[in-house]
């Protein structure tokens, strides 16, 4: 995981690792996504912008941590490590 830490005038660096896994260069715009109280996201807006990203980003704006109910109560029951595997089929 990388971080990035707010400076006195509240910017905030992208790494390098970041800037290069999204493709951000110089001129870029990038659009902040609330998603709860604690969790954002960011959509890069660049001139090559396409209809998926928007499919995207309009899902995470309408995104909201109160749609989400829980039902029932948790199992806690213990689980051997060799049950957390999925098990892959050659067909």
């Known amino acids: 995981m990388v971080s990035s830490k707010v400076d006195s005038k509240m910017r905030i660096r992208i790494p390098k690792e970041v800037r290069d896994a999204l493709g951000i260069r110089e001129g870029d715009a990038v659009r902040w996504i609330l998603i709860s109280s604690k969790i954002a996201g960011l959509m890069v807006e660049s001139n090559e912008e396409g209809e998926e990203e ?26 051997s490590k060799s049950d957390l595997w999925l098990s892959v089929q050659d067909d």
């Open 54 to 79: 928007e499919k995207i980003l309009d899902f995470l704006v309408n995104l909201s941590s109160k749609k989400i109910k829980r039902t029932g109560k948790p199992d806690y029951a213990p689980i």
